[in-house]
């Protein structure tokens, strides 16, 4: 898709005029700052089998003992891309899905039943028990953004889909996290063809769109979306939420097209992170990020050890958005493997029990969110937006045909 080479433009086209910044030590909310931030987690990467095409932003989960991924977008690929990988870059919004039995070492991907709703990337998908829900989306035709929601499931060796009540309104690239019976989303964002928006929705009527919270029930499908507490915070998209213990940890992200004084200050950064426990249903702010680096997966389950949140990837905007809607300059070194392709291959961890963050190792190619999930002891990257690169020898391209493998570790035991 193009919307993160638009994103990147805007950004920097609007660096230089800025209404209300701050500098960037005047932090305006009682954010805790973390003066380093050391390695806490080893990840050993390797290449997995290819994908049948390049896309990105896609989303699913392991259902079973089979990996899936449904629906993204491909750009057409860069020339390089087509030149070096002809035939794998076909441009276009996806229906496709497909799984990777992981039992088995040799297996290759598999095609399963197209999606049944418009084709569309920025969906967001949830597993529990034996079925993966899936909601929301974009494209570039109406309505742009969708709110339909659709539940795959497999009898003996038959997937099958079928359709579930709707998001209460359109959205695109909200996170999702699972407790029990119970799916989460929280932020997102809305879309008219030019601009996202969470701030509000297109329309301007439905205030704070990206720090809504919500609640599904797949025991009770007939009752829908539930509209829980929103998160103090500032609103939000590409963003991650991980459930841990009874709790939604709300981590890092962006914000839609910034508009301030009439003018457009393009999209920035979000550091504030948060915590909402569902028991007692309250909100807590968490440390910021020590980086400013926004875009992370908004996978379900990228938690190791039901402690430690990987956050891999990631960019920083020209600016950071503060809670109270106030702007200031991003902070903290991020990493590149290709200085030329303007994204990031940083992995930011997130520590549950310490509340610090620290980092893994890099990955070998500059990737911006790609679907992340973890089990067990292992990392999938699935897709995702990359600046072209070679991996072990094996060229990637813009959109790339790429599973990323990695096998986790504790760098040293934690407190």
């Known amino acids: 898709m193009k919307y993160t080479a638009f994103l990147l433009l805007m950004s920097m086209a609007c660096q230089s005029f800025v209404h209300g910044i701050t500098c960037a030590d005047d932090v305006t909310d009682s954010a805790i700052v973390q003066d380093s931030i050391a390695p806490m987690l080893k990840i050993t990467w390797r290449l997995g089998v290819d994908l049948p095409q390049g896309f990105q932003d896609s989303d699913g989960g392991i259902l079973g003992d089979r990996l899936i991924t449904i629906g993204g977008f491909c750009s057409g690929g860069l020339e390089e891309d087509n030149r070096r990988k002809p035939g794998r870059s076909p441009r276009g919004f996806l229906k496709k899905g497909w ?6 070492a040799e297996s290759d991907w598999t095609s399963l039943p197209d999606f049944p709703g418009p084709a569309r990337q920025g969906l967001s998908a949830a597993i529990v028990d034996d079925a993966l829900y899936v909601w929301g989306g974009f494209s ?14 497999r009898e003996g060796d038959r ?30 964002s809305d879309y008219n063809a030019e601009r996202f928006f969470t701030e509000t929705d297109r329309a301007g009527g439905r205030e704070r769109l990206g720090a809504r919270l919500l609640m599904f029930d797949t025991n ?5 979306w539930q509209e829980l507490e929103a998160c103090p915070g500032t609103p939000r998209w590409v963003h991650t939420m991980a459930a841990i213990d009874g709790e939604l940890y709300v981590i890092g992200g962006a914000t839609g097209d910034t508009i301030r004084d009439g003018a457009s200050v393009g999209y920035c950064t979000v550091v504030d992170n948060w915590k909402y426990n569902t028991a007692d249903r309250q909100w807590t702010r968490l440390r910021d990020l020590p980086v400013a680096s926004g875009n992370f997966p908004r996978s379900t389950n990228n938690v190791f050890q039901n402690r430690y949140i990987l956050l891999p990837g990631g960019y920083q905007y020209g ?39 620290g980092t893994a190792d890099r990955l070998p190619i500059d990737n911006n969110l790609p679907m992340t999930v973890i089990r067990d002891d292992t990392i999938y990257l699935i897709g995702g937006e990359t600046g072209g690169g070679v991996i072990q020898g094996h060229y990637y391209g813009h959109h790339p045909d790429l599973l990323l493998i990695g096998k986790i570790e504790v760098v040293a035991a934690q407190p």
């Open 159 to 188: 997937w099958q889909w079928s359709e579930l009540p709707p998001f209460p309104w359109p959205i695109n690239s909200t996170s999702l996290a699972t407790i029990g019976s119970r799916i989460y989303a929280c932020g997102g």
């Open 140 to 153: 570039y035709e109406e309505p742009y953004c969708y709110r339909d929601g659709w539940r795959l499931s």
């Open 319 to 357: 600016h950071v958005l503060n809670p109270d809607g106030s702007l200031r300059q991003p902070y903290g070194q991020v990493h590149s493997a290709n200085e030329k392709s303007g994204l990031c291959n940083d992995v930011f961890v997130y520590d549950t029990r310490s509340g610090l963050f």
């Open 99 to 104: 799984s990777l039995d992981l039992r088995d």
């Open 220 to 224: 009770e499908l007939s009752a829908g």
